[in-house]
């Protein structure tokens, strides 16, 4: 028996594991500009699952979580089909096996910077999410204090802000008020953990579901592909910062003249071998984990 895909992202799946299970599994995709390049970045789906894990585990006097087990030992054995011909090996320490939850119908977005959309509604009205902000702001300024944006998901193309009490309309009033609660909190804690390392989270998306009742973090949680990672050590308000992980790849991209339609163009070994770096230091300079401890590490 093979286990049944329920969603299909970008550069992950999820699939029915069973018995009210999920399994999620982060593929070495990596997309650019929108696109998904052809070429795999050694140990992204590795790195952006162990970061997960890290996090949950971090935040779990704050929150309970979907977390099962990330141990291949205690996966499904019909999930060893998904690795291919590497059979468990090729799927260890990408895939993790979660709880099905009753998942919001929003994004619970937190942003301690401008950067991106934030950046692009002060810039228009001075505000961020409806709410005024001190003149005077520059791109990628650090927020007097983080705020809550949630968004709602579309299913095509970007997803749209939406209010506090639009939240609200849609999850309850309080619900709307944990989530915001929990998130500010959880990023608080995230950020500050990443920039004792170096990095700064500019922002993230957390996403929260219901399990016997209880508000858990669900999903991907503080990652790069979920959050604005940048250098601390490059950032520059009034500049946009370069993205810790994904640069390499950008700056590649942008050097080829690509006009950013599919197909884009064979990502070079050396960018691929920069970029697979750069996911490994942000694990283990905010973790304080070497990626060689994590499963499926090469023995
Ligand atoms: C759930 N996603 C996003 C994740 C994808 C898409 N614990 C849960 N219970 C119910 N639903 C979800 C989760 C989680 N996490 C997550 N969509 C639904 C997603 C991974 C791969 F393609």
């Not at 009210?20 to 699952?49: H, N, Q, Y």
Request: charged share 25%.
């Amino acid at each position: 028996m093979s286990l049944k895909l329920v969603h299909s992202g970008k550069v992950r799946e999820l699939y029915d594991a069973g018995d009210d299970r999920l399994l999620m599994v982060a593929s070495d995709r990596i997309s650019a500009f929108d696109v998904v390049l052809a070429e795999p970045i050694p140990d992204k789906g590795r790195v952006l699952t162990a970061m997960t894990v890290y996090f949950l585990e971090a935040l779990a006097d704050l929150a309970p979580s979907h977390l099962v087990t990330a141990d291949p030992a205690g996966l499904p054995a019909d999930a060893a089909a998904l690795g291919g011909d590497g059979g468990m090996d090729a799927l260890a320490g990408r895939a993790l096996l979660v709880r099905r939850a009753e998942m919001l119908p929003i994004e619970c977005i937190v942003r301690g910077y401008l950067a991106g959309s934030g950046w692009k509604e002060y810039t228009a009205s001075r505000t961020l999410h409806g709410t005024s902000l001190p003149a005077g702001l520059r791109q990628a300024d650090r927020l007097p204090e983080p705020v809550f944006t949630p968004s709602t998901k579309a299913t095509e193309g970007h997803d749209l802000n939406i209010s506090f009490d639009e939240a609200a309309d849609l999850v309850g009033k309080e619900t709307a008020e944990k989530a915001r609660d929990l998130c500010v909190e959880a990023y608080r804690r995230g950020a500050a953990q990443a920039e004792r390392h170096g990095i700064i989270v500019a922002d993230t998306k957390f996403e929260l579901g219901f399990i016997d009742g209880e508000l858990a973090l669900c999903d991907e949680v503080l990652t790069p592909d979920s959050s604005r990672f940048w250098p601390a050590d490059e950032w520059q308000p009034g500049t946009n910062p370069p993205s810790f992980d994904k640069q390499p790849v950008r700056d590649w991209l942008e050097g080829t003249g690509w006009d950013k339609r599919p197909p884009p163009p064979a990502l070079p070994a050396d960018v691929v071998r920069a970029t697979s770096e750069r996911y490994t230091t942000a694990y283990e300079r905010v973790s304080g984990r070497s990626l060689s401890d994590w499963y499926g590490a090469a023995s």
